[in-house]
């Protein structure tokens, strides 16, 4: 019974998604917004890191069926992250979070269990953010170079934060109803996770063994 409950929500929230990106065309859409979407780094790990290095778009109704990851059956499931080295992107599919997440979330039976889940990993994501940041901070202290565009990239990222999470909430609420907060919440999530990969890219060039803030403790 919960199981046939959780797929009605997934369709619907399917269904809500379809309506919200019918004629977005290649507009630009944060990259939560598809499930396509990618983290893509350039080959250089040092170059300045900002939102405007991550970007995706509806490109056509199949791919806007599934906000944020989700509306194949499957609660958990995250947007998949590529960057130019597959070690890290290896490291990165394996990180505890996404795991205790698909966990978490396999258990929401409602749409306030789900917009909760993903509301909670939204913050998970964006303290592993500071955590990725600081670690950079400390790693790169002998190479003033590199950390100021890391710097730089973080501020700018911070100075776009807001717009693009208004941007995020005014597609989803344009959808209406209750599968529209699922929507959001999944979208911010990713965009939050988006950011801590791309940090943790970089610190996987000077750090390769670096670990992970979250404890599923």
């Avoid at 929230?13 to 290649?26: I, Q």
């Avoid at 194949?72 to 995250?78: I, K, M, R």
């Avoid at 979070?97 to 998970?124: F, L, N, P």
């Avoid at 999944?186 to 943790?200: D, V």
Wanted: aromatic content about 8%; charged content about 20%.
């Amino acid at each position: 019974m919960r199981a046939m409950k959780r797929a009605g929500l997934i369709f619907a929230a399917a269904l809500c998604a379809v309506l919200l990106f019918s004629g977005c065309g290649d507009a630009d859409i944060p990259t939560a917004s598809s499930k396509a979407s990618h983290v893509v780094l350039q080959d250089d790990s040092s170059a300045p890191v900002s939102s405007g290095s991550v970007s995706a778009a509806a490109s056509s109704a199949a791919d806007a069926q599934t906000p944020a990851g989700r509306g194949s059956g499957n609660e958990g499931v995250v947007n998949p992250v590529s960057t130019d080295n597959e070690a890290f992107n290896n490291k990165f599919k394996s990180n505890p979070i996404d795991a205790k997440y698909a966990a978490e979330m396999d258990d929401a039976v409602s749409t306030a269990d789900i917009v909760k889940v993903s509301d909670k990993y939204a913050d998970v994501w964006s303290k592993e953010i500071d955590h990725a940041y600081a670690e950079l901070k400390k790693s790169l202290a002998s190479d003033t170079g590199k950390w100021s565009e890391v710097e730089s990239g973080q501020k700018a990222w911070e100075a776009g934060k807001d717009a693009e999470i208004q941007k995020i909430n005014a597609q989803a609420q344009a959808g209406g109803g209750s599968m529209a907060r699922i929507t959001q919440a999944s979208q911010i999530m990713e965009y939050y996770r988006s950011r801590a990969a791309e940090l943790y890219r970089i610190l996987y060039g000077v750090e390769p063994n670096f670990t992970y803030a979250f404890s599923a403790n």
